[in-house]
């Protein structure tokens, strides 16, 4: 059956959506986010982590609640339109759209720096968006399949890493224990950093037109992939923290690689490379498609350039919305440094995830599957996380969501509000 002129088709099943978020999640963030992470919480990373994964719970279930009632792409940005006005919807999606395409950036730079020497970085990260970019123009299938290939490379690549690094021997460098306790500000900054590595698990959502049975497909991808990552995390932590100890993983660059090298199984650490690149390529390759949905969605209403609101006739994808994305990636890969971007992503997607908590709370019983408590806790979790993240970063994503909203307000004075498309 063709879908009408300027829709997507449905063809994602459960297990691609399945895939597709975890190739979100398990991303660069998982090789790289828990030493940051130990800077700021020490001994307690644990408790960052666990404090992180309540958060993700909790943006998790509303997501899962608003997506079955809107199947349709768009995500937040969507549902927080419907459910609390426009300028909530917009808000929404311009800090999903700023913070995502950081994290976009974050995974090319991450790719790049496990397989190439320094100067050649920026421009091979610059030319693997471009090609994931092509790739995902080919069609949502073409991308569930390459993230379905690049997800069992990255579990392979773990599960060599925490056995290397478990059964090679390794002790902790010496003054590597657990140091004195940090307080609660350390803790709560190790959480939003380590949210960076959760985002991800509501991927689907943003995928909403091309997946099939989206009211009861979307909310078991969602819950499912969110466990088996909080599965995952928790053993390489775990592991991080019994090979390195607090302070030698706080002070690694790589930790895995660390890990893996300093004992009797140091023959792993080129899988745990190999590992490090493919996920940030499959972390790529949804974040890509997730943006451009967005986009899609945004474009629809006239908060974008409705010009990105095509959908290509052959391969039924928003071509242009993810041209434009790519540009934007490869354009920050090229100018902007890996840390800035992880503080700024975090800002922008824990931002996103408040107004879609805000947004689950106003449904009413008919279209409630968890209970509003969840839903406050959300709000109050993302609210404390994005204010202890690093102040630089704060203050810049902030300062690129006022520029969007100050914008729209410039463009809505000049034109009447587009008639609403509905889901």
């Known amino acids: 059956m063709t879908p009408p002129p300027g829709r997507l088709v449905r063809r994602l099943g459960l297990p691609d959506a399945i895939v597709i978020g975890l190739a979100s999640m398990i991303g660069a963030g998982v090789f790289a986010v828990f030493a940051p992470a130990a800077q700021a919480a020490g001994s307690w990373l644990l408790a960052g982590l666990a404090l992180a994964l309540v958060v993700a719970t909790c943006n998790a279930t509303s997501t899962a609640q608003l997506a079955a009632t809107y199947p349709t792409s768009g995500g937040t940005y969507v549902y927080g339109r419907t459910q609390l006005g426009p300028w909530w919807g917009f808000a929404a999606g311009w800090s999903f759209v700023i913070g995502k395409t950081a994290s976009c950036a974050a995974m090319a730079t991450t790719f790049a720096a496990y397989t190439v020497p320094g100067p050649w970085q920026r421009p091979v990260a610059a030319v693997a968006v471009l090609a994931l970019t092509a790739v995902s123009w ?116 790589a930790p895995l690689a660390d890990a893996v090298a300093g004992g009797s199984a140091s023959w792993a650490v080129p899988v745990v490379r190999v590992g490090a690149a493919a996920a940030s390529l499959g972390a790529l390759l949804a974040l890509l498609a997730g943006v451009a949905r967005t986009g899609l969605a945004m474009a629809r209403e006239g908060d974008l350039p409705r010009g990105l609101a095509a959908v290509h006739p ?12 790519g540009a934007c990636v490869a354009v920050a890969v090229l100018l902007v440094d890996l840390r800035e971007l992880i503080g700024f992503s975090s800002t922008g997607v824990l931002l996103y995830y408040a107004v879609a908590n805000l947004a689950a709370l106003t449904q009413g019983p008919g279209q409630r599957r968890y209970p509003r408590a969840l839903q406050v806790l959300g709000v109050v979790g993302c609210v404390v996380l994005v204010l202890t993240l690093p102040p ?32």
């Open 138 to 253: 080919r069609g949502i299938t073409r991308t569930a399949g390459l993230a379905r290939v690049l997800v069992a490379v990255v579990l392979v690549a773990l599960a060599v890493a925490v056995l290397g690094a478990l059964l090679g021997g390794a002790e902790p460098p010496a003054g590597a224990g657990g140091g004195a306790a940090p307080g609660p500000q350390g803790v709560l900054q190790a959480a939003g950093l380590i949210f960076f590595a959760f985002a991800g698990y509501a991927r689907v959502a943003t995928l909403g037109e091309e997946v099939r049975e989206p009211a009861r497909t979307i909310p078991r991808a969602i819950v499912t992939t969110l466990a088996l990552v909080a599965v995952l995390y928790a053993v390489v932590a775990l592991t991080l923290l019994h090979v390195l100890g607090p302070a030698g993983l706080a002070a690694s660059h």
């Open 314 to 325: 052959r391969f039924h994808v928003p071509h242009r919305a993810e041209a434009a994305v």
């Open 392 to 423: 630089a970063s704060l203050l810049a994503g902030l300062a690129v969501l006022a520029a969007g909203l100050l914008a729209r307000a410039l463009v809505r004075r000049r034109r009447p509000p587009a008639p609403t498309l509905g889901p």
